[in-house]
């Protein structure tokens, strides 16, 4: 896979998650947590993993959190293919693993069977914000009902100009394949 193909900035889907502040979020606005790993939340979606409850670097899982690059741990002002460092297998190992990295050993980036299981046995409802005035999708058990993450459009940034962050969002497994819903 070339190197073009793996530099896709993101906001670090659901699964690095940091546990959420959530105090200023009515109840009905709050995901159920239903438990911590290395001290940070997830979410039991009644899937084959537990999923985080809000991006890496997030205070909410409203907000978008920190952006990485694909293979890469540490943040950086400038994305472009001058910038981009990795140049690994087409497979994220632990130490490419920004989950892995920031929140433990406990958490790790899902993998493409665990993102279609995702959008597959879960409903997908487009939701608008307005207290924070935030889009993205809340992504509910269809089982329960009751379970949910949301995943906010935080945008993206390809040869060093951001996407509209109302409006997109590229969402990123363990392998070098992009998925959106």
Not at 32 to 55: E, K, T
Not at 77 to 105: C, H, R
Not at 109 to 119: A, G, H, R
Request: hydrophobic residues 30%; contains cysteine.
């Amino acid at each position: 896979m070339n190197k073009t193909m793996r530099f896709f900035t993101l906001a670090v889907m659901s699964l690095c998650i940091i546990s959420c502040n959530q105090d200023e979020d009515t109840e009905s606005d709050k995901p159920i947590i239903s438990g911590s790993a290395d001290g940070y939340g997830y979410v039991d979606m009644g899937l084959s993993v537990q999923w985080a409850s809000c991006n890496v670097g997030a205070d909410k899982p409203y907000d978008a959190g920190d952006y990485f690059a694909w293979g890469e741990t540490v943040t950086k002002d400038i994305f472009s293919l001058e910038t981009y460092t990795y140049n690994g297998p087409e497979k994220l190992s632990a130490d490419n693993d920004v989950a892995t990295q920031t929140m433990g050993d406990g958490w790790r980036m899902p993998t493409v069977k665990e993102i279609q299981e995702l959008m597959t046995k879960c409903e997908w409802q487009y939701t608008h914000y307005p207290k924070t005035d935030t889009y993205g999708f809340k992504v509910i058990n269809k089982s329960n009902r009751k379970n949910y993450i949301f995943i906010p459009f935080a945008g993206y940034k390809e040869n060093g100009e951001w996407t509209n962050r109302s409006s997109a969002g590229r969402y990123l497994s363990s392998e070098s394949t992009k998925l959106t819903p």
